[in-house]
């Protein structure tokens, strides 16, 4: 959730981030009425409850004559509390629900809008251009023997493949690049669970409206992740951590996503499926450092980039295209020659406070007080790197060159061959 005490001392920046999500800003008035009504309910049964415990104790002193009408009023007192308490139970459930309306407040500098109103930071590497007609990821990687979507549909249905031979093995070594970028600065590679509790998908921001994006396992009441972000978020939940360093960890883990509103986007090859593995960064850090650690996790994303030998650009992510829990977020997009076009390969987030908040993670400051950390994540390697990278170095016999970084990974392989 959003920091309470802003949301009493200044509305008005509430509404003016709600406003460039396109959400209605009423919700910011919803949840201060919510939040008075709470107080008031609490006030109520505080007071009761310290008239109860002061009457309780006249029942000792009081004599035998006055005794009795002491109980009598401290039991009409019990009934009382007992309510008020009631009351306010109900009065916090009804903030909770009003205040989980507010998604987390933008940065002050991030573009408004929807998805077509970012702003480009910066464009680098070279425009891939041929001298004969490319061919996109899906020719490429069948003439390769690196994908099979038709036995992918069959065993599993639309949007699922099997990467086979050299394929498979790409799709390793760039993950095994993004994972020792990743422990060569500072981040401890972590395992998580794919399966996750409802209390730390909603934690994260994820059952909020797409909510129809996760797989969800009614009988067992877990949620499929579609990124480790969710499992390393609630890997510290409900815990006071020192983050006067930040906490850095890399998830390598398969995420699952639905994919429920892409229906005919995106249907051939590997761009948008139901399966894929990635390495993801994330990090727990102190609020006043989350903005420069966000710019070095986008640093180490573009040197990805540029080791794979890529074109790519840096877009600043209008609010309206967030999700829940980012305050800011960039993307960055290579460029997938068959579609002349930039198309997403990977993104980070700075989530502030929201998550932590929602989780309860927080560190010790100087004072001894304690207060939400912030969280920060973005993906270092991911399956989609496949497409840009074939289509990238592909040549006009359909073999492809193997960026130089990445061949360590594939025991020296300088091209993958067209396979007879």
């Not at 920091?3 to 406003?19: A, E, Y």
């Not at 980039?305 to 960039?330: F, N, P, W």
Request: aromatic residues 6%.
């Amino acid at each position: 959730m959003i920091d309470v005490q802003l949301l009493r001392d200044t509305p008005d920046v509430v509404k003016r981030s709600q406003r460039a999500r396109g959400n209605d800003p009423a919700t910011v008035d919803a949840a201060l009425a919510a939040d008075s009504a709470r107080r008031e309910a609490l006030q109520r049964y505080e007071t009761l409850r310290a008239e109860q415990n002061s009457r309780s104790k006249e029942i000792g002193k009081a004599s035998k004559d006055d005794r009795p009408a002491l109980l009598a009023a401290v039991q009409e007192l019990s009934a009382q509390v007992k309510d008020a308490q009631a009351r306010a139970n109900e009065a916090d459930a009804a903030f909770d629900e009003a205040v989980s309306k507010i998604e987390n407040v933008v940065l002050d500098d991030v573009p408004a809008g929807g998805e077509d109103d970012f702003t480009v930071l910066r464009t680098e590497g070279v425009k891939p251009e041929f001298d004969f007609t490319p061919r996109d990821h899906l020719e490429l990687g069948e003439l390769l023997g690196a994908i099979d979507m038709p036995r992918g549909a069959k065993v599993s249905g639309a949007r699922f493949s099997y990467l086979r031979g050299i394929g498979a093995r790409l799709e390793l070594a760039v993950m095994q690049l993004g994972l020792n970028k990743a422990l060569e600065n500072g981040f401890t590679m972590v395992t998580p669970p794919t399966l996750v509790k409802p209390e730390i998908m909603r934690g994260t921001g994820f059952l909020g409206e797409h909510a129809d994006e996760i797989y969800y396992l009614p009988a067992d009441d877990l949620y499929l992740t579609g990124t480790s972000e969710v499992a390393l978020a609630g890997y510290h939940a409900d815990e006071i951590i020192d983050v006067d360093e930040p906490l850095r960890y890399v998830g390598w883990s398969t995420c699952y996503r639905r994919e429920a509103g892409s229906a005919g986007k995106d249907t051939r090859g590997i761009i948008r499926v139901h399966q894929f593995n990635k390495a993801e960064m994330f990090v727990f850090t102190r609020p006043e450092e989350a903005q420069a650690e966000h710019e070095r996790m986008l640093g180490w994303q573009e040197e990805m980039m540029r080791a794979l030998g890529l074109h790519y650009r840096v877009i600043d992510t209008a609010a309206g295209d967030l999700g829940s829990s980012a305050a800011r977020k960039y993307d960055v997009e290579a460029w997938v020659p068959t579609q002349d076009a930039y198309r997403e390969l990977t993104s980070t987030s700075n989530c502030t406070t929201y998550q932590a908040r929602r989780l309860s993670i927080r560190a010790r400051g100087e004072d001894g007080k304690t207060r939400p950390v912030a969280t920060l994540n973005g993906t270092i390697a991911t399956t989609r790197w496949l497409v840009a990278i074939l289509e990238t170095h592909q040549r006009a016999d359909g073999s492809v060159t193997v960026p130089e970084a990445l061949r360590p990974y594939l025991g020296g392989l300088e091209v993958l061959e067209p396979i007879a």
